[in-house]
């Protein structure tokens, strides 16, 4: 069974555990927490997560910001493979 948040309300499962680092944006479709044990997500919030594709079609969210921000991770780890969560 799968719950589903409100529009901008409660950070759900598997976006609120601990160890997990949640990413949003400030569309007003991105959930801004907290949990449902009160604790603050999203970890970080990006400006602006839209996409503008070769076809025209744009979209945007907290999808959109997660993916941004694994790439720009990614590409800091591979220019310094000792990168940590906390740097």
């Known amino acids: 069974v799968f719950t589903d948040a ?11 555990n601990a ?3 949640t990413i949003g944006d400030k569309s ?3 959930a801004l927490g907290p949990t449902g044990d009160k604790r603050i997500k999203p970890d970080f919030v990006i400006e602006n997560s ?10 945007s ?6 993916a941004m921000v694994a790439g720009a991770v990614a ?3 591979s ?9």
Request: charged share 20%; aromatic share 4%; proline share 4%.
């Open 79 to 87: 220019h310094k493979m000792t990168l940590t969560w906390r740097e």
């Open 50 to 59: 839209k996409v503008q594709f070769t076809n025209g079609n744009e979209t």
């Open 61 to 66: 969210g907290s999808s959109n910001a997660a």
């Open 75 to 77: 590409v800091m780890k």
């Open 19 to 21: 160890q997990v680092i």
């Open 6 to 16: 409100r529009i901008g309300q409660e950070i759900m499962p598997p976006a609120d």
């Open 28 to 30: 007003k479709l991105s």
